[in-house]
């Protein structure tokens, strides 16, 4: 129920942040909102379950990208998580500072991963304006813009597992 809960989420999100952000004028600098779901993931979900959850949103957030190698985007989810998973047994993530701290840092290598595999599997990312300039010259302004929603999506997802967790082990009828 939590997992289903947490991929619904997810793809409301992503299916009305576009539209949202073609409206206000500001699609420049897109929050990576699934990258923030998957670390979220990664900090509070057992692994096999954790990676399996990575690879949906990853395919999900495939879906709504264009103009991007296919796959790339769950090569890049499996990476946060499995950089959430590393997180999570050194370290205890308290309040929203550290929520966008981690959102931010998550974000950084998030873009410096998606270069490095564009760079080795599709042929033509040096060619044209849409190269590895542009992916450095946009790699900390959307780290900006992700880290505040890092601490709101932290804060609702918790909420959401609040709501689709059992409380006890009984059910009393």
Known sequence: ???????LATFFMLALLSPLLQDAGVSHY?????????????????FEKSIVLA???????????????????????VLAVLLAVRLSRRLVLRGPVGAMLLAFVG???????????SLVFVRSFTEGASGPGLVLK???PQALVTAPFGAMLF???????????????????
């Open 55 to 77: 690879l949906v949103i990853g395919a999900l957030r495939d879906g709504f990208t264009s103009g991007q190698a296919i796959g790339l985007s769950m090569e890049v989810s």
């Open 1 to 7: 129920m939590r997992s289903a809960a947490i991929l």
């Open 155 to 173: 804060w609702l997802l918790d909420r959401l597992d609040a709501l689709t967790t059992r409380k006890n082990e009984t059910v009393f009828l």
């Open 30 to 46: 897109v929050p990576d909102l699934a990258l923030v779901v998957c670390l979220y993931i990664g900090m509070t979900t057992p």
């Open 138 to 140: 946009a790699m900390v």
């Open 107 to 117: 974000s950084l290598l998030a873009s410096l991963a998606e270069l490095l595999l």
